[in-house]
Nanobody
Framework: QVQLVESGGGLVQAGGSLRLSCAAS????????MAWFRQAPGKERDFVAA????????NYADSVKGRFIISRDGAKNTVYLQMSSLRPEDTGVYYC???????????????????WGQGTQVTVSS
């Protein structure tokens, strides 16, 4: 059973930066794609970014392109989300997730992922 633990969230002013980390334990995730989602209060969980198993391919939501970078360290079993030029609308709980290898479909959907972390709060003040 894979367990994911996110860290690095916090309160930051608009225009600032944060780096989120997601450490996996209980199993290796190096052969699986991973992603970050976020959920604002009263809203659905939305796709933010995804990375393939080798780290050679990434995808981003339009709202974060050019500001966020997803990366991974296979040796550390960890995926990162570097967030820059943060905006108040980036506020929410950020979750990392591990791709279900048997799911056939877009990586933008939550259904594509089988393991989730507990989330880390990111608050961007204006």
């Amino acid at each position: 059973q894979v367990q994911l633990v996110e860290s690095g969230g916090g309160l930051v002013q608009a225009g600032g930066s944060l780096r989120l980390s997601c450490a996996a334990s209980g199993g290796t995730v190096s052969s699986l794609g991973m992603a970050w989602f976020r959920q604002a209060p009263g809203k659905e969980r939305d796709f933010v970014a995804a990375i393939n198993r080798s780290g050679s391919s990434t995808n981003y939501a339009d709202s974060v392109k050019g500001r966020f970078i997803i990366s991974r360290d296979g040796a550390k079993n960890t995926v990162y989300l570097q967030m820059s030029s943060l905006r108040p609308e980036d506020t929410g709980v950020y979750y990392c997730a591990v791709r279900n290898p048997y799911y056939i479909g877009t990586s933008y959907r939550a259904q594509a992922y089988s393991y989730w972390g507990q989330g880390t709060q990111v608050t961007v003040s204006s």
